[in-house]
Nanobody, 115 residues
Framework: VQLQASGGGLVQPGGSLRLSCSAS????????MGWYRQAPGKQRDMVAT???????NYADSVKGRFTISRDNTKNTVSLQMNSLKPEDTAVYYC??????????WGQGTLVTVSS
């Protein structure tokens, strides 16, 4: 499985960005897809995940601001990020988890929230 992420960039506090990730290869093997992020000097943390059936899970820090969605027909997952804060600045990674608990990672896309 290959994951290709896009959509990062520079945005002012309070602004919005949308990240997208496209899966290719054996995409049907992915049960859960999601987004993780890693800020400088910190560990990689889960931001949001969504199962093939549509169940979602969010980090407490993004609840009410971020929305994850998935299109199983196109093998894509998106993350709509609103009300962005400087502390959301990080490299965001698309993730896929197979039915056999194997993780796949995209290349990462940088999100910078700054005035």
């Amino acid at each position: 499985v290959q994951l290709q992420a896009s959509g990062g960039g520079l945005v002012q506090p309070g602004g919005s960005l949308r990240l997208s990730c496209s899966a290719s290869g054996s995409a049907l093997s992915l049960n859960v897809m999601g987004w993780y992020r890693q800020a400088p000097g910190k560990q990689r943390d889960m931001v949001a995940t969504i199962t093939r059936g549509g169940s979602t899970n969010y980090a407490d820090s993004v609840k009410g601001r971020f929305t994850i969605s998935r299109d199983n027909t196109k093998n894509t997952v998106s993350l709509q990020m609103n009300s962005l804060k400087p502390e959301d600045t990080a490299v965001y990674y698309c993730n896929g988890l197979s039915w056999t608990d194997r993780h796949y990672w995209g290349q990462g896309t940088l999100v910078t929230v700054s005035s």
